[in-house]
């Protein structure tokens, strides 16, 4: 089966630093990604794990272990524009196809 | 200029009728996708086509039908609309099935079954 688990909602401050955590079990792994979805909104990328390790992108950074089947997303110097949904997606051997989490709501507070 | 490009944004209509929401990207990309999100926001793909080829074809009903013209446009038809249809249709493309780039989407189609 495919099962990717997010938590639905997290809470931080504005400058401060949040992890949002996935785990995923897939028949197939070709890359994780992570996505950000602003309310109404189309989803945007933000980064791409396909080897073990940390990715890091200015205030985001995205860190994989296979073996565990874990990701996790790391936002930094928190803005109230970081409100969002957070999508950690696994790709497929299958055509390309993305697995969704269902996404977590962050809501950043003065 | 955008990238992926979808309409109607909007679409309010009655049960039974049909309808079609269109999909252009201009990235070049070989590759375009259909995703259906529902009311609990999870986003779950539907259609692939890999030039204008059916790739990926999930467990969904055939009152939907995808048609690719060529590698930019991606269409999707929908045959006597049910309540359950309601959701955001979104649009995706990127250049390849395989590889690190990422798909991008377009802003999506709100739909509405009265």
């Known amino acids: 089966g495919q099962n990717i688990d997010q938590p639905t909602e997290m809470t931080a401050t504005e400058g401060a630093i949040v992890q949002i955590n996935c785990t995923y079990q897939t028949s197939g792994f070709n890359g994780l990604f992570w996505y950000q979805q602003h309310a109404g909104e189309a989803p945007t990328f933000l980064s791409y794990?396909?080897?073990?390790g940390l990715e890091e992108k200015g205030r985001f950074s995205s860190f994989l272990s296979r073996s565990k089947g874990y990701s996790y997303l790391l936002l930094k110097e928190l803005q109230m524009k970081d409100s969002a949904s957070y999508l950690c997606a696994v790709r497929d051997n299958q055509g390309g196809k993305l697995i969704f989490g269902q996404g977590t709501e962050l809501s950043v507070k003065p | 200029d955008t990238a992926v490009s979808q309409t109607p944004k909007y679409l309010v209509t009655q049960m039974g009728n049909d309808k079609s929401i269109k999909c252009e990207q201009n990235l070049g990309h070989d590759t375009m996708y259909w995703y259906k999100q529902d009311s609990k926001k999870f986003l779950k793909i539907m259609f692939s086509?890999?030039?204008?080829?059916?790739?990926i074809n999930e467990t969904v009903p055939n009152r939907f039908s995808p048609k690719s013209p060529d590698k930019a446009h991606l269409n999707l038809h929908i045959n006597s609309l049910e309540l359950g249809d309601s959701a955001v249709y979104f649009c995706a493309s990127s250049p390849r099935p395989q590889g690190h780039q990422p798909q991008h989407f377009g802003d999506g189609t709100r739909l509405s079954i009265l």
């Open positions: 086509y890999n030039n204008k080829e059916l790739i």
């Open positions: 794990n396909v080897l073990d």
